[in-house]
């Protein structure tokens, strides 16, 4: 049986960018850019594009201090539930564990939050059946398990759902599944006579099994957290991609942000209006099948211009290649991707680094597998995001229980 392992968090981390010439002028991405050995602010301006400044934690006017009597016992008016939810701030009450899709953001994430991942062994049978075991405690915790239900879709899922159900059954106080990439996001209504619609029974599935609560990153579409019947945190990862575009000089006047297609309007607009209000266009799209994308208008002017295109994921990246083509015909000078989900399924690769691509910047809600890496990808991290998320969270749920 094979067994999942967790790897130690490295002092810095293999982020490729492109090394070609650029109207951005390069900057090199690190763990230390993402301050992963500083505890970070608990609070962050909506109308601030850098989103991620070290601050020191603010506690009110002072830092609190713990009194322990004889190093076991707390005197009694430290007993409260409203002191409780104070102290419990350094995550006694609060654990975190990974499953094997993407240990590595796992292992970030806790980091930055200053915890430890909790021990969880999770195993294959020879016939491929899932076995989850927790090897510590989690009665009367608030449990948050990171997997993202990315290819292999259904083996993730299956092991996620195991994975509810152990903590369900260990009489964990609240279970929060924390899914960077949702699959079955795309089946989300009816197009044709006689489709399922399985992000409805995936969500399901992840209700029954036990969850209390759903934290995801950049949904295929708005309408999927309805299908929930728990509370859903819709977490955007945006603020990383403007943050990283931030740091790098942009001239408004030869910017223009491009949806790929008419569904990432609204998407491709509120990054826009991140980038100095910068003008909009759209890749008006015909599909005749899953996977498959022909292009066949642009609405907006691109000539001359640095185009980004904005997306939520890359599967085959038929559409954002096509996308690309079009935009180098209607005289882009140079084109850009971003997109949250990087599945990169076959061939994917082969489209992204045949040149039409200046730069391809993804984040890792999904693990890249090292054979996947081209010249022209930077990778940016979501831990810190996620991490924060967590935290608000876990301190919501805790102020809630007081006044039940």
């Known amino acids: 049986m094979a067994a999942l392992t967790i790897p130690s968090p490295s002092k810095s981390s293999s982020f490729l960018s492109s090394s070609s010439p650029s109207l951005f002028t390069r900057c090199s991405l690190s763990h230390k850019s993402f301050a992963f050995n500083e505890?970070?602010?608990?609070?962050?301006?909506?109308?601030?594009?850098?989103?991620d400044q070290p601050q020191p934690v603010n506690y009110g006017n002072v830092k609190p201090t713990i009194p322990i009597l004889n190093e076991r016992t707390l005197p009694k008016f430290l007993e409260s539930a409203r002191m409780e939810t104070t102290v419990n701030r350094n995550g006694a009450k609060l654990k975190v564990f990974s499953g094997t899709a993407n240990p590595a953001l796992s292992q970030e994430i806790a980091w930055c939050m200053g915890l430890e991942l909790g021990k969880i062994n999770i195993k294959r049978f020879a016939d491929g059946e899932i076995y989850v075991q927790l090897q510590e405690s989690v009665r009367g915790c608030d449990v948050y398990l990171v997997q993202p239900t990315c290819p292999p879709a259904n083996e993730n899922l299956m092991e996620l759902l195991i994975m509810v159900d152990a903590c369900r059954r260990a009489s964990a106080k609240n279970i929060t599944a924390v899914i960077p990439y949702f699959g079955y996001a795309r089946a989300d209504r009816k197009t044709?006579?006689?489709?399922?619609?399985?992000?409805?029974?995936?969500?399901?599935?992840?209700?029954?099994?036990?969850a209390n609560r759903v934290l995801a990153c950049d949904l295929h579409s708005g309408q999927s957290m309805g299908y929930f019947d728990i509370p859903v945190d819709h977490v955007y990862c945006q603020p990383v991609i403007l943050d990283y575009l931030a740091s790098k000089r942009i001239c408004s006047d030869d910017l223009v942000v491009v949806s790929p297609d008419v569904g990432g309007v609204a998407r491709a607009r509120a990054f826009a209006k991140k980038l100095s209000d910068a003008p909009l266009a759209i890749v008006d799209k015909r599909r005749h099948g899953h996977n498959v994308a022909e292009v066949m208008n642009l609405i907006g002017d691109v000539k001359g211009k640095v185009a980004v295109m904005v997306d939520d994921m890359i599967?085959?990246?038929?559409?954002?290649?096509?996308?690309?083509?079009?935009?180098?015909?209607?005289?882009?000078?140079?084109?850009?991707?971003?997109?949250?989900?990087?599945?990169?399924s076959p061939p994917a690769i082969e489209r992204l680094s045949g040149g039409l691509f200046q730069e391809v910047i993804i984040t890792n809600t999904l693990p890249v597998a090292e054979k996947n890496y081209f010249p022209q990808l930077t990778v940016l991290s979501v831990a810190n995001l996620?991490?924060?998320?967590?935290?608000?969270?876990?301190d919501d749920c805790s102020v809630s229980s007081i006044f039940q």
């Open 315 to 344: 599967d085959t990246a038929g559409t954002i290649a096509k996308g690309a083509a079009l935009l180098h015909q209607e005289g882009a000078r140079e084109v850009y991707a971003c997109c949250t989900h990087a599945v990169f």
């Open 386 to 394: 996620l991490g924060e998320t967590i935290w608000r969270v876990h």
């Open 39 to 51: 505890f970070r602010s608990r609070t962050c301006d909506p109308n601030s594009l850098k989103c």
């Open 192 to 210: 044709q006579g006689r489709e399922s619609i399985a992000a409805k029974l995936v969500a399901n599935l992840i209700t029954e099994a036990g």
